[in-house]
């Protein structure tokens, strides 16, 4: 991101959101640490067998295994360079991550994808790293039904031989001005995808559609 103070502003709600993203990740790194120690502490006492403390321990080092391969993939770079990616595979990566947000972790994600969606021109961290703040703004606006479930937010991904266009939605409506934070990561997500000639435009249910030159027209372009 930019040192300038547009660029400064927007790295600083990044943070605020990466933050949030590890404290809930360390948090289930915790979680799995502890049931470790507690298998260990139930073997030494006899109450399990050495295969159930074995299929136990082996069970929990996959999962914190998957929690370091999702750490791995949280952007911190801040020097970009553009390379052909695939938006879903960056998609799969920002919903993974997003559902250890500290507070909005329990907001269900649905991704619907074409099938013949381009490649695109763009840093993949910077990539991810807009799709979480997308995200954040949408997964805020969640209404929750008469059962009191938490309605999905949906991430729609179209395209043609000039564009990709991936449109987070929320489920609520969006005011316009009064959600400061919704305003801070439009401008950091702008700040993230202007190097690959990246476009951000509102939703009217409280999210975003993130507009990206395919491989093809940025090739074209000369990028």
């Not at 489920?171 to 401008?187: N, Q, W, Y």
Request: charged letters at 25%.
């Amino acid at each position: 991101m930019s040192t300038s103070p547009d660029g400064v502003a927007a790295r600083s709600r990044w943070q605020e959101v990466q933050d949030e993203l590890l404290r809930g990740i360390t948090h289930a790194l915790s979680n799995r640490v502890a049931t470790l120690s507690a298998t260990a502490y139930m073997l030494e006492f006899g109450d399990v067998t050495p295969e159930q403390a074995a299929a136990s321990m082996r069970a929990e080092s996959e999962r914190i295994d998957e929690l370091l391969q999702l750490l791995r993939r949280l952007p911190a770079r801040e020097e970009f360079e553009l390379e052909p990616v695939s938006p879903g595979e960056l998609i799969e990566d920002a919903v993974a991550l997003h559902a250890f947000h500290c507070d909005l972790r329990d907001v269900p994600v649905q991704v619907d994808a074409a099938p013949d969606v381009l490649p695109v021109l763009v840093e993949p961290h910077a990539l991810r790293q807009a799709l979480l703040l997308a995200l954040s703004t949408a997964k805020r606006t969640a209404t929750r039904d008469a059962h009191g479930q938490l309605a999905t937010t949906r991430i729609v991904v179209t395209g043609d031989a000039e564009s990709v266009i991936v449109r987070v939605h929320g489920t609520g409506v969006a005011a316009s001005g009064v959600d400061p934070l919704a305003a801070r990561e439009r401008d950091a997500m702008q700040h993230c995808l202007a190097g690959a000639g990246g476009a951000i435009r509102p939703l009217d249910d409280g999210g975003w559609a993130i507009q990206l030159p395919s491989l093809l027209a940025a090739r074209r372009a000369g990028r």
